[in-house]
């Protein structure tokens, strides 16, 4: 009869412990994105399809979780045809699959209700019927901050900031990318492919995971010879920042979008030079990022110490409303991934120790005229704010105990029939097992301290 | 080309000021549910439909929201079927109904890392294809408190305690009925019609919607015209709650149930009286509740002054664990429903005024300059825990000023040449028009009473 329980492959329960770590993360980001004074929104699990699909490619609909119509859904319906079209049929909604998309379909639809430039943060999950694995789930959770409606470089400065303070404040160590796709678009120009951008961009993002040769053994079967052959010092370049710039200005200087790409990656390292910067933000002109909005800066931040794939990403798109019929908004933004965020710092061991969450003290039960002493004094610990509960029933000692050493809880609170008599409490210190009396204005004291 | 946005039926965005109210309940529900050393968990949106089907009802299964399987779903599959059945084949999971179903599961599942009594709480979205209309939404947040693994009265005490706090936090007058299941189990038994318990609670459920006389109508379908006669006048029983259990005792004195029920609510009700609630709680036998895995205790919070289903129910559930193979594991909790409370401190406009998100001052922007002097004093303020931003652009100053106002802002800094000069900020008190000059010390003393 009993079902063995299990989750769907790919997703996750949250403990206690897990949660409180969890939080911290959470915790740190929003207060980071509201110093910056960027305003939560938050959007349905569930979007119409029609707002889905198509925009993150062909893959991306694959991966799409598709919710089934609810009552008689297959009424009527021709089940003749395949998988793909059928799902259009019997299904008009889904899972949202990141929180970019959503937010151009808020902006469009509630635009007479904002003030723009709009700077809005959104912590909320998304769902991927991605293959799971190490760093990727198929339900995690998404941090996004985007300003929308404003053209400036100071944005992309801030959140270069917004990232330095964030990871400074959970203590892990990372490097900045930094491109900008109009460079990308000058350099495919140039070459004499303008129209394969994609392609080779594509390409280069790949650069990391397959090396130099088999990039360029893909880019063979997409644009010719001498192309590659143009192509290669740009794959290979290094140098300081201001040396990558003049080859740039050099190499595509009969091209207008490449020039005005260059010119926006110096104003914005100018910026970033002011900002006195914690961590290294570096141009790297390999980073493309898959996702075919951005247009002009893109965004990727990696874990220096952990083995681990971006942990942060974003850039500019100048026409992501545009899909929703709000023409000229050009916004641009970042997005934490919490879940990495998590697993770098556990691999790390970054977590605080003090957990915050759970009872500071635990009252022994005895029995009903014990009981009746303590929950006053419950009553007024928590109104000092300070957790605390009474076990529940009366069960042996060495049982009660045991639940607060399993549970961390530092002191237990004896009051049993001398201790009312007195007008007093015993307090054991869980972790030296040492006992002391004191008053119910001392205990307050004692549990404001920690 | 362009999508008109629009979003499923029965579902919402969340704008900035809505999220600030919505994040004041969360924030008072999920202090208080710490105060008495509640832990937090979270489980996955999408659960195995098996660990889903059944546990609602007919009704509750077909209001299941299911996701389509993934890739080619429709391969192989005999469409000559019903709806309801094909649902199961094309479909394997489904969206979480409520928050108490896959606390069951997760209990199971990590049985052997959890210490019992566990006293959990979880604040997440649901999902119910149910017909919109006021105050019920497909996609909404319960707020759920549960300990599992005590049998003491002393947690349904603790859980009526914590209904106080949060409704005195949170300014609303609510009453509480409570009820026991065993007492309508000790009435159907003695009635003549133990097997009925079900449909006579479900009836005895309705008497507020329908009225003591479609209830019985609806009974004399169900039970003889003798039992719907004996039962009259547990259906009207009025007077103090000793009264009340004094009747009770003497017509369900041959019920063993029934006086195990009224013992138990005698006991709860002693506890009630030890910790002096600010709210009233009151005994009531027409209070039943649908859902059939309730055995104990059950409550339910009305609002007292908003028309409004209940905001808060819950109630002791002795085997629900037991469904997913873990038995003897007696639970108690409550669920608050937040998008109620919502809509009821809306309505009473119980909302405290302070949005407490958002800048606290705006940096008018003149251009490069005045951009380098303020971006190290906007780290500074930010590194005090002020949330302030410079205007991206360099916009006209009626365009900037507008800005402040739309968003609330209540000062702006103008540095221009002038104050460059004289190293001081001009700040103006949107509020009255005022403009002083002051340094960035005197500024960030003025911002940090804020």
Request: glycine share 6%.
């Amino acid at each position: 009869m009993a079902q063995k329980p299990s989750i769907p492959k790919g997703t996750r329960d949250f403990a206690p412990q897990e949660m409180m770590k969890r939080n911290h993360i959470f915790e740190t980001v929003r207060r980071i994105f509201e110093h910056y004074a960027y305003l939560p929104i938050e959007t349905p699990a569930m979007e119409n399809l029609s707002s889905l699909l198509g925009k993150y490619g062909e893959e991306g609909d694959k991966l799409l979780f598709k919710i089934l119509n609810s009552g008689d859904f297959s009424n009527g319906v021709d089940f003749a045809q395949d998988s793909k079209k059928l799902s259009t049929i019997i299904s008009e909604k889904g899972l949202r699959y990141d929180l970019t998309v959503p937010f151009a379909r808020f902006v469009v639809q509630h635009q007479n209700e904002l003030t723009f430039p709009f700077k809005r943060y959104q912590i909320q999950p998304v769902w991927r019927a991605d293959r799971p694995q190490k760093g990727r789930y198929r339900e995690f959770f998404q941090c996004d901050v985007d300003v929308i409606g404003s053209t400036s470089l100071l944005n992309e400065a801030e959140l270069l900031n917004i990232i330095d303070d964030v990871y400074k404040a959970l203590n892990i160590r990372v490097v900045t990318k930094i491109n900008n796709r109009k460079i990308l678009a000058g350099i495919a120009e140039t070459i004499g492919f303008p129209e394969k951008i994609v392609d080779i961009t594509i390409a280069i993002d790949k650069i990391d995971k397959i090396g130099l040769e088999k990039v360029n053994e893909e880019l063979s079967t997409k644009i010719s010879a001498e192309a590659i052959t143009k192509l290669q010092p740009i794959l290979l370049m290094k140098g300081s920042f201001e040396e990558k710039i003049e080859t740039l200005k050099t190499m595509l200087n009969n091209s207008e979008i490449g020039m005005s790409g260059i010119a926006e990656m110096a104003e914005l390292f100018e910026y970033v030079a002011d900002l006195k910067l914690y961590m290294p933000c570096e141009l790297d002109l390999t980073l493309a990022r898959g996702l075919n909005y951005y247009t002009g800066s893109i965004f990727e931040v990696k874990a220096l110490d952990a083995v681990m794939g971006s942990i942060c990403g974003g850039g500019r798109y100048d026409d992501l409303a545009g899909i929703f019929g709000l023409k000229n908004m050009s916004g641009v933004g970042v997005s934490f991934g919490a879940d990495r965020i998590y697993d770098v710092m556990t691999e790390l061991n970054l977590f605080p120790e003090s957990s915050g969450v759970g009872s500071q003290i635990l009252f022994v039960n005895f029995g009903r005229a014990e009981t009746r002493v303590i929950l006053p004094i419950l009553k007024l610990l928590r109104e000092k704010n300070i957790a605390c509960e009474l076990y529940p029933d009366t069960a042996k000692m060495q049982k009660q105990f045991n639940y607060a050493n399993s549970n961390r809880i530092p002191y237990v609170a004896i009051i049993g029939e001398d201790e009312i008599k007195n007008n007093t409490i015993t307090i054991k210190t869980m972790q030296n097992g040492q006992q002391e009396k004191m008053s119910v204005e001392q205990l307050t004291k004692l549990l404001s301290k920690l």
